[in-house]
């Protein structure tokens, strides 16, 4: 009876692993080396707006059921002329994507991930981080940065430039931030304690273009 149990127990462990691989591939799929790089701002289809309509910044989106009062500012307005010029255009769906960059491209400069970077970024905001990846290099520093919390993202300035749509967005963040010297020791920050940092991204994309995708095309820091 005991050898019996073991049998079973291990065909019953094995079946659970099978179904937890197969899960795992119905979800992530297989990678052939031919994968479309990952869709950071997914546009969802939504009718044009009506004649008069407005289009109002995410945080001042009113809760279902109520009919939202679009501010008259040039926020509002930018949005509205990018919405107008690309009507899957969602302020909402463009900050989830807007967040999810902020990490990836933040964790891809910590690690001097030149790769990982270049599909995000223009080539002059590209060629800024090579150069500080390839100086960091030559110093023999290290960096290590850790983004805590994303406390907030919010939509500052928008505007369409012809045919290209350009957002920037607020992001104030919890990170640690350390530089290591190539002992070990500390050349700059505190691995101890965050600090609360404020960055300015700016963000472009070409309205006609049917890639969905926005690059990163100028930074600051306040």
Known sequence: MGEFQQYFDIILFAMVAAFLVLRLRSVLG??????????LFV????????????????????PPGTVPVPPANAVAGG???IHRADPSFDPAHFLEGARTAFDMIVTAFASG????LRPLLSDEVFQQFVSAIDDRAAAKETLETRI????????????????????T???????????????????????????????YWTFARDTRSSDPN?????????
């Open 113 to 116: 991930e030149k790769v990982a």
């Open 79 to 81: 949005l509205t002329e």
């Open 43 to 62: 546009r969802r289809a939504r009718p044009a707006a009506e004649k008069g309509s407005d289009l109002v910044s995410p945080s001042l989106v009113a």
């Open 30 to 39: 297989r990678r052939t080396g031919n994968e479309r790089r990952r869709e």
């Open 169 to 199: 967005v607020k992001l104030t963040s919890h990170q640690i931030n350390v530089t290591r010297a190539m002992d070990g020791s500390i050349v700059d920050g505190d691995p101890e304690h965050p600090t609360e940092k404020t960055d």
């Open 214 to 222: 926005w690059v990163l095309v100028a930074t600051s820091s306040g």
């Open 148 to 167: 805590l919390r994303l406390d907030n993202a919010d939509i500052v300035e928008a505007e369409l430039l012809g045919r290209n749509a350009h957002v």
